[in-house]
């Protein structure tokens, strides 16, 4: 298995940008990585995945604002925050697990990150 940081959180304005970075302590070539995110009271929920193979996944929440990405030579995954809104407040956390048996629910995954804040103000 591997450990990820994330980084790149803070704080911005409605309708502004941040990207986030998750790094892994190994290859990542053979995983599928993900970004969840877990609001104040709320329970983690899924944001995107991308597939060993680059295929992508977003919740409807959040397509069309933010881009998921991979730098397997890296051992890194992206998220590209693009059209902020307040409700995208959360803790963002980094996940992986073994190509072809995790979706998109918390528990599939055995990889995680800590977390890193994003606070969208308006």
């Known amino acids: 298995q591997v450990q990820l940081v994330e980084s790149g959180g803070g704080m911005v304005q409605a309708g502004g940008s941040l990207r986030l970075s998750c790094a892994a302590s190994?290859?990542?070539?053979?995983?599928?990585m993900a970004w969840f995110r877990q609001g104040p009271g709320k329970e983690r929920e899924f944001v995107a995945r991308i597939l060993w193979n680059t295929i992508t996944q977003y919740a409807d929440s959040v397509k069309g604002r933010f881009t998921i990405s991979r730098d397997n030579a890296k051992n890194t995954a992206n998220l590209q925050m693009n059209s902020l809104k307040p409700e995208d407040t959360a803790i963002y956390y980094c996940?992986?697990?073994?190509?072809?048996?995790?979706?998109?629910?918390?528990?599939?995954?055995?990889?995680w990150g800590q977390g890193t804040q994003v606070t969208v103000s308006s």
């Open positions: 190994g290859r990542i070539s053979r995983y599928d």
């Open positions: 996940a992986a697990g073994n190509s072809g048996f995790v979706g998109v629910r918390p528990h599939e995954y055995d990889n």
